[in-house]
């Protein structure tokens, strides 16, 4: 993507984000474990079903995304799939006081009402957090763009046709990859909580770094 295109691509989302009637944005969630995976040397069940984490150009990611009521599977982005997860993330807003926000991530894990998909997806995820010690050190990335921005695939099939009458395209529909807000990126930090129904993770931003665990060492204000 040259300059040219990029500029134009942020022109378009600066302007649906003051239209009166914009489409829904869409929150999607990657979480980078590959330094979690030390070389291979620890190893993580992935599968296409259950799994939602795919190698590629040396990154292990999971991608997923919490936009359920208006996609209960999963979403085409930029040519990559984001799966269905019930989760929240609250605290990203930046403190009065001016120190960086620390957001929480909780997992809702209680599958009653949940499609057998979504419930393996949950069950990946707690896997995948208890073998590799609560994910911390992950990088955590939000990408957030409008419905209209999402791939063609969403919507149609190779030849055209499209994929469902329930779902349809949104008006104004023009699938772009570079259409999205500059991305969040945290780190986990630790799990700050668990119950029966919900599992927690503290984030923490990259200007956060004392005492932030990271894979195989500590950083703190002496050391990087």
Known sequence: MDTSDAQKSLKKVTRDASSLSPTAILSLFEIDITDLLKNNERKLFIDNNGGSAYTKDGRTVLRFHNNIKLFR???????????????????????????????KMSITIDPEGLTQEVQNRIIFIKTAIRDLDDLVGSKVTRIKTFTKYIDNSNFYGANGDLLSNILTPPNGFDPDPNAQFPPDIYFVDRKSAETKNVLELELASPFDTQDLKLPARVVNDFNC
């Open 73 to 103: 599977s999963k979403i085409l982005f930029n040519n990559e799939t984001y799966f269905a997860v019930p989760l929240q993330i609250t605290g990203y807003e930046v403190s009065a006081k001016g120190s960086p926000p620390r957001p």
